[in-house]
């Protein structure tokens, strides 16, 4: 997938990530999702995550995550299932 996505993303700069990625995201427990990251699980690992999503548009089944501190104040308010968090 990573060269589909690079070859894409050559043709089409200013592209929605999220809508593009969706496509190729399969549907994951957060158990596996941190399984694979390495991560600490904090609440139900058997929800099913289904897409991406931005911390504050998030739905329920989307994952989001908090990298930048100006977005903190989403993480109370957030509908996704999970956000991912650096520890």
Do not use: R
């Amino acid at each position: 997938i990573s060269e589909i996505v690079k070859k894409y993303y050559l043709c089409t700069p200013n592209m929605d990530w999220n809508g593009f990625w969706n496509t190729f995201l399969m549907e994951f427990t957060i158990q596996q999702i941190a399984h694979i990251l390495g991560g600490k699980i904090e609440g139900d690992g058997s929800i099913k995550i289904k897409t991406l999503g931005k911390i504050q548009d998030a739905k329920t089944g989307d994952i989001a995550f908090l990298a930048n501190p100006k977005y903190e104040q989403y993480i109370y308010s957030t509908q996704a299932s999970a956000v991912i968090v650096n520890s």
